[in-house]
């Protein structure tokens, strides 16, 4: 992995946390229909931590590990 892919990583990580603290964002799944089923907050934002949290941690650990 180069520099450059770590920092974007690191980079989406941080857009990743700052979308989570957005208070009216609205997270959809699709149906099997013609509607859409609203998803809890709380599950939406679980997915965004978890994905900035290994975006963060690979990007961090290319950093501190290869110099």
């Known amino acids: ?5 770590a920092a974007t990583m690191a980079f989406f990580g941080i857009v990743a946390i ?4 957005i208070p009216d ?4 799944a699709r149906t099997i229909g013609t509607g859409k089923k609203e998803l ?4 939406g934002r679980l997915w965004f931590l978890g994905f900035a949290g290994v975006m963060l941690y690979l990007s961090l650990r290319h ?3 290869h110099k």
């Open 1 to 5: 992995m180069s520099d450059a892919s």
């Open 40 to 43: 809890p907050k709380w599950w």
């Open 18 to 21: 700052l979308f989570v603290l």
């Open 25 to 28: 964002v609205k997270y959809y």
């Open 63 to 65: 950093f501190l590990l």
